[in-house]
């Protein structure tokens, strides 16, 4: 089946550890992305990339870094300088004229 | 900034019919996106609007108003499984078709 798989669904983060979360999607689709959500909040862009080997910071970058080597891949880091780690990350792809945005089922991170 | 304002929770009827307005600044954006989120899961895609107008696709239906800076979601014949947080977002498609939501508006259908 097509579709984007994030994993782990749970992490754990200890203090001053760097943690990477996977995105992956068969789906054939140029453009990736990363959110954060808060409880209760919408969601807020952290980096998306429209191809392979290129990303840009959206509007919450600071304290994390992407890399797109492949364009099935687009895993995110989730530094020590990130203070407040602590959310559900979203991924999601997109392609095509509309652009719709998919999402994977998302990683909860939680700081130990 | 590119704000987008939606009401905070909503609460309805089985049966019944409730509409989510969401209103935003009128420059930059190209378009308006509705998701369903249902708690602790991803968002699903409802609708999509580009141009001013209604889009009906079942029980739901989105409409836009460009110039106004306005959008709402409908959902008619609510159900229970309707219980769930609507996101509001506009894409900007100079910029990487980037997605900026609303805080979302949380609706609860009560028997």
């Known amino acids: 089946d097509g579709g984007i798989t994030q994993s782990p669904k749970y992490l754990f983060r200890k203090e001053g550890q760097n943690v990477t979360l996977s995105c992956e999607q068969n789906?054939?689709?140029?453009?990736m992305y990363w959110y954060r959500q808060d409880p209760g909040q919408g969601l807020r862009l952290i980096y998306y990339?429209?191809?392979?080997?290129?990303?840009q910071k959206g509007d919450i970058a600071e304290g994390y870094s992407v890399s797109r080597e492949k364009k099935e891949s687009f895993p995110l880091t989730v530094t020590s300088a990130q203070k407040n780690p602590t959310a559900f990350y979203l991924c999601?792809?997109?392609?095509?004229?509309?652009?719709?945005?998919?999402f994977g089922a998302g990683t909860r991170l939680s700081v130990l | 900034g590119q704000n987008i304002d939606q009401p905070t929770e909503m609460t309805a009827t089985e049966g019944a019919i409730v509409q989510i307005n969401c209103t935003y600044q009128?420059?930059?954006?190209?378009?308006l996106f509705w998701y369903q989120q249902h708690a602790g899961e991803a968002p699903t895609f409802l609708s999509y609007?580009?141009?001013?107008g209604l889009e009906e696709k079942g029980r739901f239906s989105s409409f836009l108003s460009r110039s106004k800076g306005y959008s709402y979601l409908l959902l008619k014949e609510l159900q229970m499984k309707d219980s769930a947080s609507y996101l509001c977002?506009?894409?900007?498609?100079?910029?990487?078709?980037?997605?900026?939501f609303g805080g979302g508006t949380r609706v609860l259908v009560k028997p």
């Open positions: 999601a792809s997109s392609t095509g004229d509309k652009n719709i945005q998919y």
């Open positions: 789906l054939n689709h140029d453009a």
């Open positions: 990339s429209q191809i392979v080997n290129d990303f």
């Open positions: 009128t420059s930059g954006f190209n378009g």
């Open positions: 609007n580009v141009l001013d």
């Open positions: 977002a506009g894409v900007i498609k100079a910029a990487g078709n980037k997605l900026t």
